[in-house]
């Protein structure tokens, strides 16, 4: 059985929850969801503060043609779900930590998922494919960074 181990470190436990990663892949994928996450939040708090969508210019009219009455449960919405959740993720990605490549995954998926059906709900706006491939360049990120700069040898077990 062939097992991967990664060799010692300077100043990381081997028994830390951090997994070893690096590179410049990572690096932009950080950059990419902090700088996501923190639009996301400010957008969104901006939305629920002044729901009728004046402050980022939007059309007053717009959410009463579908499920919501005002632009505050979609700010909220993208202030809770895309806001925190690509914070968090770029938080867990930039500490390393063992489970960040899931939530970026996770978080990446999300925003695709999120512009689909405003996408669906209020029809086509180029913003919405920017971010859509923000949100498949994260995951492309989270899977290729997860194996950049790791130096990974085979372990002394392989016989």
Sequence with gaps: MNQLIV????GV?????????????????VR???????SALVCGALLAARPDGSLLGLPPQVPGGGPFQD?????????GFVGVGYLAAGAGERRRL?????????????????????????GFHPLQAAFMAVGVAVV???????????????????S
């Design 7 to 10: 060799p010692d470190r300077p």
């Design 13 to 29: 436990h081997p028994e830390s929850q951090r997994a070893v990663r690096g590179g410049r892949a990572h690096r932009v994928l």
């Design 32 to 38: 990419l969801e902090l700088g996501t996450g923190a």
């Design 71 to 79: 632009w505050r449960l979609p700010g909220l919405l993208l202030a």
């Design 98 to 122: 063992r489970r960040a490549r899931d939530l970026s995954v996770v978080a990446g998926s999300g925003l695709v998922l999120f512009e689909a059906v405003e996408w669906a709900w209020l």
């Design 140 to 158: 492309g990120l989270a899977v290729t960074a997860d194996r950049a700069g790791e130096d990974v040898v085979p372990s002394r077990d392989d």
